[in-house]
């Protein structure tokens, strides 16, 4: 199946974050705007993550470690590997997950 980024709806799912997702079988692709200061709290999932910042600057928590993600960067998040972050300004990030993401099919 082919996908637009722009042709999916995106869905708030946390306050500030507005996801555009895509599924395959085995991953899933998160395409997000985040509004500046918006927060996504600490928390560990059993997915494997890697973010990656397209616009922006992120303050992102990974394992207690912090540090401010810009454009280009991207981080690895290992299975349930304590994680959280903030939107220093507006931003555009795309997550990528493996196993999928159910809970945001």
């Given amino acids: 199946m082919d996908y637009r980024i722009d042709a999916i709806t995106p869905r708030e799912l946390l306050p500030g974050f507005h996801g555009r997702m895509v599924h395959g079988e085995q991953m899933s692709l998160a395409f997000w705007d985040v509004e500046a200061g918006a927060e996504v709290p600490e928390h560990h999932h059993p997915h494997e993550q890697i973010m990656h910042v397209l616009e922006g600057e992120f303050e992102f928590t990974v394992n207690g470690v912090t540090r401010v993600y810009q454009p280009g960067e991207l981080a690895v ?8 972050g903030k939107a220093l300004t507006a931003c555009r990030l795309m997550d990528v997950f493996s196993p999928a993401r159910e809970e945001y099919r």
């Fill in 77 to 84: 998040i290992p299975s349930n590997a304590p994680h959280g």
